[in-house]
C-alpha cells in the first residue's frame, strides 16, 4: 500500500492545468439564428419604437444590453457590436427612435440634410429617446414572460447595460445616473452599468452637478479627433465627463486620431483621415470586459478591466484610465 501512498504525493506535487487566460476578443458560440426585428407599441404615447434582437446561442437566460443609436442613426447600426456581445452570451437589443433616426435625412435632398439633423437633435427628441428606455425594458420584462414568444426566458432582466453612440450617448447618460438642472433625475434604477461612445457634457451648468452622484459602472469611450458638426459639440465637451464622475467602477478610452465615426460601423462623409482598424479592436476588447465584469460579475474580466493588459490591446498613444 506504501506504493499507492507515493502515487497520490506525486500527483498532488503535479500543478493543475493552467487555467486558460481571460480574453474579450474572443468569439464565443455563434448564434443560431439571425437577428429578430420586433416593434415595441408604447400605447401610453402612441409611440412605435423598432428594435433588433440578436440573441446568443445559449438559450439560459442572458444579461440585456440595450444600444442607442446617434442621430440619424437606426435599429441596423452597430453591427460589429451587437454581433461580438451576443456571442459572448448577452442578448442585444438595437433601439430606434424615430424623430431622430435614419428618417431625418432620408426624407430630404442632400443640401438640406444638415439643417435637418440640426433640427432633429431638440430638446423634444432627446426627451422621446429617453422615454423610449424605460419603455423598451417594460416590453422586453412582458415577452420574456409571455408563452411561445421568442424572448420568453431569454433574459436577465436583473443584468442591464445600457449603451450607445453620440445623441445614443446623451441619451445613455440621461438614463443612467446623469442629473438635470433643479435636481432632476431621468435614471432608471433597473440599469445595473452604461458604456456612452462620445459622451458630452451639457450646454448649461457644471459637469460636477450633473455627473457627481453617478452611482453605477460607467465606461466612457471618445477619441482626440471626436468632433460633431451637428451641435458643434468639441473635444474638450467629450473629455470633460470623466473627471466629473465620482471614483469606483468608472472607466474611459481615448483613441488617438477617432474622429466620431471611428464608434460607427463604418466611416462618414466629411471624415478627414483613414479609419484605423485597431479603433474597433480596443472598443470590443475593453467593452465586452466591461460587460463581464459588471453584468457576469466576471473576477477574471474585472481584473483584466483593472490591470496593465488593457495596453495589450491599444496602441501606443491611446489613453486609459480608471478611478
Not at 114 to 143: C, G, H, Y
Not at 154 to 176: C, E, P, Y
Amino acid at each position: 500500500m506504501r506504493w499507492l501512498c507515493w502515487v497520490a504525493v506525486l500527483l498532488l506535487a503535479i500543478p493543475n492545468q493552467a487555467k486558460a487566460e481571460y480574453d474579450p476578443l474572443k468569439v464565443g458560440e455563434k448564434p443560431t439564428q439571425a437577428p429578430i426585428n420586433l416593434d415595441i407599441n408604447d400605447s401610453k404615447r402612441s409611440r412605435k419604437i423598432p428594435i433588433k434582437v440578436y440573441l446568443p446561442a445559449s438559450r439560459e437566460a442572458a444579461p440585456v444590453v440595450l444600444f442607442s443609436h446617434g442621430l440619424g442613426g437606426s435599429r441596423d447600426n452597430g453591427q460589429y457590436v451587437a454581433k461580438h456581445w451576443s456571442s459572448r452570451g448577452y442578448v442585444v437589443v438595437m433601439m430606434q427612435h424615430l424623430g431622430s433616426d435614419e428618417s431625418v435625412w432620408k426624407s430630404t435632398g442632400l443640401g438640406q440634410r444638415l439643417a435637418a439633423m440640426k433640427t432633429a437633435a431638440s430638446a423634444e427628441n432627446f426627451r422621446l429617446r429617453v422615454q423610449d428606455v424605460p419603455a423598451v425594458i417594460d416590453q422586453l420584462t412582458q415577452w420574456n414572460q409571455t408563452t411561445g414568444h421568442p424572448l420568453e426566458k431569454r433574459m436577465d432582466l436583473k443584468k442591464i447595460g445600457m449603451s450607445g453612440h453620440s445623441f445614443g450617448a446623451v441619451t445613455t447618460q440621461a438614463v443612467s445616473g446623469q442629473r438635470f438642472p433643479l435636481g432632476v433625475s431621468l435614471t432608471d434604477p433597473r440599469i445595473t452599468a452604461a458604456l456612452a461612445m462620445s459622451p458630452s457634457t451639457p450646454k448649461a451648468g457644471n459637469p460636477n452637478t450633473a455627473f457627481g452622484s453617478v452611482s453605477i459602472p460607467w465606461l466612457l469611450m471618445t477619441g482626440t479627433n471626436d468632433t460633431s458638426p451637428i451641435n458643434d459639440t468639441t473635444v474638450e465637451s467629450r473629455m470633460a465627463v470623466y473627471p466629473a464622475l465620482p471614483k469606483g467602477s468608472k472607466y474611459e478610452l481615448v483613441l488617438e486620431g477617432a474622429e466620431h465615426s471611428a464608434f460607427s460601423d463604418r466611416g462618414l462623409l466629411g471624415d478627414r483621415a483613414k479609419r484605423n482598424p485597431n479603433h474597433h479592436r480596443a472598443i470590443l476588447a475593453l467593452s465586452t470586459a466591461f460587460w463581464d465584469a459588471y453584468l457576469t460579475g466576471s473576477p477574471e474580466a474585472r481584473a483584466w478591466l483593472d490591470s496593465d493588459k488593457v495596453r495589450t490591446v491599444l496602441e501606443t498613444k491611446d489613453r486609459w484610465q480608471r478611478k
